[in-house]
DNA sequence: CGTTAGCACTCTCGACATGAGAGTGCTAAC
DNA sequence: GTTAGCACTCTCATGTCGAGAGTGCTAACG
C-alpha cells in the first residue's frame, strides 16, 4: 500500500479544511484552484485515491468530490491540524468577562457554556465542579415559624444546601440558635463518612437534625451536577441537520433528557488535558455522526468537573479545541484562585 | 351571512378533534362515516363552505380537506370543547408526586415542568415563583480563610442567596459571628427598599456589609426567575415541524435565548385562571404557527410564577388546559402549605 | 516512473410530464 | 333543505430527461 505522503497529508489537510467550511464533497478542482496546490487536478485524483485507499477519505457516491472519513478527521487532529491556540485578544475578552462575572463556581459554567457554544455555534456542554465527598462547613437553623425551621448547610467549598425541616414544638429562634451552636460543634469540618460512623447523640431533636443533614448530604452527593447545556439551536443550524430530521430528534432527546452522561461518559475524562471523540468513536448512537471534544477541570481527586464542545465531525477541530482547552484552564484557575 | 347553527357547530368541533389527531386535512367523508353525523357529505360540504365563509375554517389548496383556522380554533376553545377536567387518577399521581419531592420551590417548578411536557408531549415553562419585594430573614457571615468570608441570606420565603466577601483584615469565626448577629438585629425583617432609606453604619466593616447585602439583594430582584423548560425533543417530534425546519430553528432559538418573556409576556398573565393564545395571538413572530396555554400562581401582588404550555396551534387544548389549570392551582396549594 | 491532458462514464439534481387519488363545488332532482 | 352525480382542481409519487460535476482510465510526455 502506498504510504501517506507528504503532498498526501496536505490534500488531506485542505480537504479537511474545505469540506469543515463548506459542507459540500471537495472536488479535485477545487483543490488545485483555490488552494493552489502545485500538481494538476488528475493528479490530485490520483493521491485522492490513495488516500481513500488508506480509509482516510470517502465518496458520497461515484461522482462527487470527497469527505473526510473518521479516519481522515482523526488524522487531522493528530498530526495535521497542528497546536491551535487562541489569539491573544480573544483570550482577554474571555478572561474580562470571567473576572466581571460573580465569583461562584456556577456562575462559571454558565458563563463558560455560553461562550463556548456562541464562539463555535455548536453545542456546549459545561458541568460545574463537584467534590466526591462533601464537608460541612457550617450549619445553621432559621424558624420561619411555630412549626417550621430551614436548615441551611454550608459546605467547604462554599455551596449552600437547605432544607426545610418541620418542628414537633414550637422553637424561639434563640432556642434554635442554641441547638445550631451545638450542632456546628459537632459536625463543623466533618465529611458524610465521618459522620455516618458518629454515635447518635443524646437529645432526640439534636439526633433527628443530624439526621436531616446526612440525609441532605446523601442526596446531594447522589445528585448528579446540573451539567449547563447551551447552543441547542446554533447546533440545529447545522447544514446536517437541515434534511436529516430524526438524527437532530435523537441528539436533541438526549439533551432533553439530561443524559449528559451518554454524551460525555466519566471514563472519557481520564487523561487530563483536551481529548476528542469523532464520529463512532462515541459510545452513544446518536451521536456517530458527531464529534465531542472535551477538557476535564479541577483537581482530579475531589473537585472536578469538565467543558465540552459538541458539533458534526464536520467541525472546526482547530478552534474547538482551542476554546475548549483555554476554557478548561481558566476555570480552574479561577477555582484555585477563589476556593484554592 | 349564515349563522353558526348548532350542526356546523357541531361539524367545527369534529374537525378540530380530528385534525388534532391526525395532523391531515379533514375531508366531508370522513366526518360522515367516521363520526356518524346524520347528513351525507354533500350536506356537510354545504356547512364547510358555510364555515369557512364565516373564517373559522381554511382549505390549504382547492382539493384538499378542511383545517381549522385560528378564529376557529379560538372559537373551540371557548365554547365546544367543554369544561375539560383531568381524571381523578392521574391528580392523585401527580399530586402524589409533588408531595414527595422535597419542600423547594425551584423542585416544584421542575417537576411541575416535567409532567406538563410529558404529559402533553410539548414545551412546558413553568417559572417558580418570585416576590418583588425581597425581605430579609437572617443573614450568616462564614470564613472560609483568612481573606474571604461567605456571606448567607435567607429570605423570608425560605429562598437563600450567598455572596463570597473578600476581608481587608484578617478575621477570627468568632469575630464574624458578633459581626453577623449585629447586622442581624439591623437587617432581619427589613425590605430592600427599607435597608436603602437608613443611615449608614458607624463601624466601616459592618457598613461594608450592609452594601454587599443591598448590592446582592437588588440584583437578585433585576434577574428574572430562571424559567424551567422541558419537553423540547417533544416538540420537535411534531408532525408541523418535520417540514418547517427554519420554524422550528426560531422556537428553539427562542427558549434557547432564555427569552421565556417572549413567549408569555408578563401583560398575558394580567387575569387569574387558565388562558390561551392561539397562533396569530401570540406576541412573538416566531409563536404565529403555536398556541400558548397559560395560567398565573401564587399571590398576584407578592409571590407569583405562571404555568406554560407551547404547541402547534393544532394541540389537545381540552387537555392542556386542564393539566396547566391542575398544576397552576397545585402549585399554589403547595406554596401555602409550606410558605402561607 | 511520476505527471498530465483528454475523454468516456457515473451519479445527482432540478425541471417537466404523467397518472392516480382525494376532495371539492356545482347542478339538478328529490 | 337535502342529496346523488359528476366534472374539476390540486397534490403527490413516479418517471424521464438533460445539464453539470467529478471521477477513473488511458495514453502520451519529460
Redesign the interface.
Known amino acids: 500500500m502506498a504510504a501517506v505522503t507528504d503532498r498526501r497529508a496536505g490534500i488531506l489537510r485542505i480537504i479537511v479544511r474545505e469540506y469543515v467550511e463548506t459542507a459540500a464533497p471537495v472536488g479535485s478542482r477545487t483543490i488545485h484552484d483555490k488552494y493552489g496546490v502545485p500538481a494538476s487536478p488528475a493528479t490530485i485524483r490520483h493521491e485522492m485515491q490513495a488516500l481513500e485507499e488508506e480509509g482516510l477519505l470517502e465518496q458520497p457516491h461515484t461522482s462527487a468530490g470527497r469527505v473526510p472519513s473518521d479516519r481522515g478527521y482523526r488524522m487531522y487532529v493528530e498530526s495535521l491540524m497542528g497546536q491551535a491556540d487562541l489569539p491573544g485578544d480573544e483570550k482577554a475578552t474571555i478572561r474580562h468577562q470571567f473576572f466581571q462575572a460573580?465569583?461562584?463556581l456556577d456562575e462559571w459554567a454558565d458563563l463558560a457554556a455560553g461562550l463556548l457554544a456562541r464562539s463555535l455555534g455548536l453545542l456546549a456542554l459545561v458541568s460545574p465542579p463537584r467534590s466526591r465527598e462533601l464537608q460541612v462547613?457550617?450549619l445553621?437553623l432559621?424558624g420561619?415559624n411555630e412549626i417550621?425551621a430551614?436548615l441551611?448547610v454550608?459546605l467547604r467549598e462554599?455551596r449552600?444546601l437547605?432544607?426545610?425541616v418541620p418542628l414537633d414544638s414550637p422553637f424561639e429562634q434563640a432556642e434554635l440558635s442554641v441547638l445550631a451552636a451545638r450542632l456546628n460543634e459537632r459536625v463543623s469540618g466533618r465529611t458524610v463518612t465521618e459522620l455516618r460512623r458518629d454515635p447518635s447523640a443524646d437529645d432526640v431533636t439534636e439526633q433527628r437534625m443530624i439526621e436531616t443533614l446526612t440525609g441532605i448530604l446523601n442526596e446531594e452527593s447522589a445528585r448528579e451536577a446540573a451539567v449547563r447545556v447551551?447552543?441547542?439551536?446554533?447546533m440545529?443550524?447545522q447544514p446536517e441537520f437541515?434534511r436529516d430530521?430524526r438524527g437532530?430528534?435523537d441528539i436533541?432527546?438526549l439533551v432533553?433528557?439530561r443524559a449528559t452522561d451518554r454524551v460525555v461518559p466519566p471514563e472519557s475524562l481520564g487523561g487530563a488535558g483536551v481529548s476528542v471523540m469523532i464520529g463512532d468513536e462515541n459510545p452513544a448512537d446518536e451521536l456517530h455522526q458527531c464529534s465531542v471534544v472535551v477538557a476535564p477541570y479541577g483537581d482530579q481527586a475531589d473537585m472536578s468537573g469538565y467543558v465540552a464542545l459538541v458539533g458534526p465531525t464536520r467541525m472546526r477541530y482547530g478552534r474547538g479545541v482551542a476554546t475548549v482547552r483555554y476554557l478548561s484552564g481558566l476555570l480552574e484557575e479561577m477555582m484555585d484562585r477563589?476556593?484554592g
Open positions: 460573580a465569583p461562584e462547613k457550617h445553621e432559621i420561619l417550621l430551614l441551611v454550608v462554599a449552600v437547605k432544607q426545610l447551551e447552543g441547542v439551536a446554533g440545529l443550524g437541515q430530521h437532530m430528534l436533541v432527546s432533553d433528557q477563589v476556593y
